[in-house]
């Protein structure tokens, strides 16, 4: 549960990992993630961790994470409990989230800890808001949007400090287009979930709320 102290707050996250799934065993090496307050960027969270074992050639190549950086990397679950705590509280978000909560629910049970706030995708968000986009992978919508980057991917910091930028790009985005003046975080989960043909309504109709709620009107309408 998100208090209303922390709703102004948002962590965005990412996981690289051994695999695609838990559900197969794959663990993770290493978390990056920032946190937003009011728009701003306040802190990160950056770790490796060794996750039990070797991990092969591939995800040695993809991540640019070795098993050399690895062996004295502490175990997930002592890096789990300091990000636990790091998380704490506030909203998620993630670019293809499914896949990070997967992996944060996994590896917070493992340290007997599964409580944490909701997820808002900013792949699913994107798909809303950018339909044009040659197609919605981070990396892709970084260069369609020109957003800040140092050129590095599939590091979990660079991934996450991208896809905030990509999280506020959207929100003043869609402020600028639709004359919000605020935007909330269920508002973005909504969106997501918001068939392609109905987002042009979806949003009229919650920037007109925000116009009543603002003048005192009663919204009873809507």
Known sequence: MVS?????????????????????????????AVKLVGGELVERFQQLM????????????????????LKDAPPCEEVMLDFAEFIEGFNLVAHNASFDARFLDSELDRIN?????????????????????????????????????????????????????????????????????????????????TSKAAVSSFLAKHSAKQVVKASGISDSSF
Request: aromatic share 10%.
């Open 4 to 32: 209303e102290k922390n709703a102004n707050t948002v962590i965005v996250l990412d996981f690289e990992t051994t695999g695609l799934s838990p559900a197969y065993g794959d663990r993770t090496i290493e978390i990056g």
């Open 50 to 69: 060794y996750p039990g074992r070797r991990v092969d050639s591939f995800i040695e190549s993809y991540t640019g994470i070795t098993n050399s950086m």
């Open 113 to 193: 800890c599964n409580d944490h706030g909701p997820f808002a995708c900013s792949m699913l968000a994107a798909r809303r808001i950018y339909p044009d986009a040659p197609n919605h992978k981070l990396g892709t919508l970084v260069r369609y949007k020109a957003l800040p980057n140092d050129g590095t991917f599939h590091r979990a910091l660079a991934d996450a400090e991208m896809t905030a930028h990509l999280w506020l790009a959207m929100m003043d985005d869609i402020k600028e287009n639709h004359s919000f003046e605020v935007i909330r975080f269920n508002l973005m989960q909504q969106l997501s979930r």
